[in-house]
């Protein structure tokens, strides 16, 4: 399977979940099928509640967090990058093409599964220097 039907094949489930409101038994098995132990790990943070949409205020930047076990993961939506280690070393290689934190926060924004975090704009650079930080 190429990385592009991964990333289709998520979009196209995401797409049926946000019409129906939920993942349907078929649409876990097929997440699970496609992704494995990322998307139990996904579901986990799910139901944990561990995603988190920043939005800063007055400028109205956004920025997506999953929260991990050790440390925040700050995801880049549009370029698809996330900031762990295992998107760095495997994604970059072209090994695995999403991340868990990626899978989880595509499945969130497409259900509405996250929190919603206000921060001022103050607040920007010095939570985007935590984020960043490569290492735990
Ligand atoms: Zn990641």
Do not use: T
């Given at each position: 399977m190429s990385d592009n039907s991964e990333i289709e094949t998520l979009n196209a489930i995401c797409r049926k979940a946000k019409a129906e409101d939920k993942l349907s038994g078929n649409n876990l098995t097929e997440l699970y099928e496609l992704f494995g132990s990322r998307f139990t790990k996904a579901l986990d943070a799910?139901?944990?509640?561990?995603v988190k949409k920043y939005i800063f205020?007055?400028?109205g930047k956004t920025v997506w967090i999953v929260v991990g076990r050790e440390r925040d993961y700050l995801i880049m939506t549009v370029a698809e990058f996330c900031t762990c280690d295992d998107f760095y070393f495997r994604v970059?290689?072209?090994k695995v093409h999403m991340c868990y934190h990626l899978l989880t926060q595509?499945?969130?924004?497409?259900l509405g599964w996250f929190e919603i975090i206000e921060e001022n704009d103050d607040s920007y650079d010095?939570?985007?220097?935590?984020w960043k930080k490569a290492t735990p």
């Open positions: 799910l139901k944990e509640n561990r205020k007055p400028s970059l290689d072209k595509k499945i969130a924004q497409n010095m939570l985007m220097n935590e």
